[in-house]
């Protein structure tokens, strides 16, 4: 598990979804990962531009959900698809917004 690594998470009924580590690889000894999920973007969606980034990958275009950050067991991220670092700038961004106001 590494800091921007991203899975696709099977827990929820209805569909799946996408989520973001965002842990530092640090902290790697913690029973817990603190992630934020990766919605699709749907046409004429206008996500906040700076909390919430879109990010293009595999399965199409995603913003980040960055106020739904959460922690969750390390044990429920099983299916890892890849990393994002190369969007590592626009993540922190995000989570600096969230928590300082800029």
Known sequence: MAQFDYYLYKKRKKD?????EVQNDMLDELETRVVIPLRPLYT????MRILQP?????????YLSTSEMAAISRHELELKMGNLSEHRDKIIAAIDLLFTGF
């Open 16 to 20: 799946d979804i996408y989520l973001i």
């Open 54 to 62: 879109t990010i293009e990958f595999a399965s199409g275009v995603h």
């Open 44 to 47: 004429g969606q206008q996500p």
